[in-house]
């Protein structure tokens, strides 16, 4: 395949985003949180939660299962805790609210946190994280999926890639944020992948028989099939620890799905018995504490900062030429996409076309 990569402004990409929302007929104030969950995963260089799954929203709210109007329901409200139903709305819009109340929650009795029900796709987990990091709080986030994920000597997909994020306030100029599936990977870089046009790595997916699979776009057709199924980190059986992947999806389950009354494996699947498509009816959890009310926030952010730094100027393998910390990558990555823009590529481009074309949005001058 030539490569035709082409970078994107982040102010022309924001602007794009935001009008397509717009333009389903998601309110403006709506419309701009989606948009800035979205660039935030870009910015970080998470090609596959950012302007990539923008389609995916598109088409949703086409087929009717996502409302482009969030009605966010308060089922059960604590001192600290909460439980939302989000009637299918939109999850950025959703996980933003669940997650500032559980920052105010924790800002005045030290803990706070909100289950979610009948929510939909949120973007990155991370930002969540990053809500309460900037508050001066320790942030974390769950989350579940689609199923796409086979448990420990299983084949069939029945979890999502249930991620889980972390994120805490440092010294330095950037936080601590941990971001990652409990797979290996997960089906959002396997669609980067098919719109580069690249196989899939062998040991990220199996099939029905517990084979690895690398057709990418059999992959993407067949896990909805229950073909194919991702692994969890570990990979298959024990030995590299599939197990301990396989239990912090469970986990992540438990906590979206459980604490909220809220749908679970195969009722997030997106389909009814039939095989029509229905609202994804997510499910996610969501925690903030407020250092404050531990330690003095200036000390826990030199503590935390001292221990990344000891980790990085640790005894580096030989050949290797830097040792990270969780959350220094996407910083360093970020300065390069503000300079430079979003990176776009033939595929990605010809959803973009798409969306403009139907939208009617004309003020685009893109080039391609």
Known sequence: MTDKTVYLPV?????FMRDVFVHLGVPEADAAI???VLITSDLRGIESHGVGRLKMYYDRIKQGILSPVTTIEVVTDTPTTAVFDGHDGMGHVIGRQAMETAIKKAKDYGLGAVAVRNS??????GYYTLMAVNAGQIGLSFTNARPSVAPTFGVAPMLGTNPIAFGAPTDEEFPFLYDAATS??????????ARAEKETPAGWVID???DLATDTNAIL???PKKLYALLPLGGRGETFGGHKGYDLATMVEILSAALAGAAFLDGVSGFDADGNPRPHRLGHFFMAIDIEHFIPLDEFKRITGEI???LRNSERAPGADRIYTAGEKEWEVEKRIRAHGVPINRNLQKNLKVMQIDLGLTDYDFPF
């Open 221 to 223: 057709d067949g896990i």
């Open 184 to 193: 290996i990977s997960q089906r959002g870089k396997i669609e980067v992948l």
């Open 308 to 310: 990344l730094r000891a």
């Open 120 to 125: 939909s796709h949120f973007g990155i987990d």
């Open 11 to 15: 102010e022309t990409l924001t602007r």
């Open 208 to 210: 029905r028989n517990g």
């Open 34 to 36: 989606c948009t800035e």
